[in-house]
């Protein structure tokens, strides 16, 4: 995955989406002041793509071991990973609607994971016949 060009349509799509929802949260009253992070929203949401991407199953192990170490010079301002994950929070609406964006034309053709799985015993044996 290219992250230059990941980091890039983050990006420019913060540059656009942020100005708006901060807008409509001053007017339905919801406003707060925003300092200023280290780490910027479009940063925080291409590690947490990368991640979700990487196939690793836990992000700290991530964090630590391929972001800390083989991308420092992509991401200079890099955060600790517990400062990392109170800023998630933060990535989570942009996030889901950067993401939204990026859904392609429905062609009609769909596929699911059918994978059976074990969950519980079903009690339908033990019901009397005629309930």
Known sequence: MDILRLFYDCDEFCREF???????????G?????????????EGMTILILF???GFRNFKTFSR???CRHLPRAFPHLV?????????ADA?????????????QCT???FIDSTPRKVCHTLAHQVPPGL
Do not use: D, W
């Not at 942020?18 to 339905?28: I, K, S, Y």
């Not at 600790?80 to 998630?88: G, I, K, M, T, W």
């Open 18 to 28: 942020v100005p708006q929802l901060q807008a409509r949260q001053v007017a339905e």
């Open 30 to 42: 919801q406003g707060h002041r925003q300092r200023e992070k280290t780490l910027s929203l479009s």
């Open 52 to 54: 979700h991407t990487s």
């Open 65 to 67: 071991h391929q972001v």
């Open 80 to 88: 600790s990973y517990s400062r990392f994950v109170a800023l998630e």
């Open 92 to 104: 989570l609406l942009p996030l889901a609607a950067f993401l939204a964006t990026r859904f392609g």
């Open 108 to 110: 009609g053709l769909s």
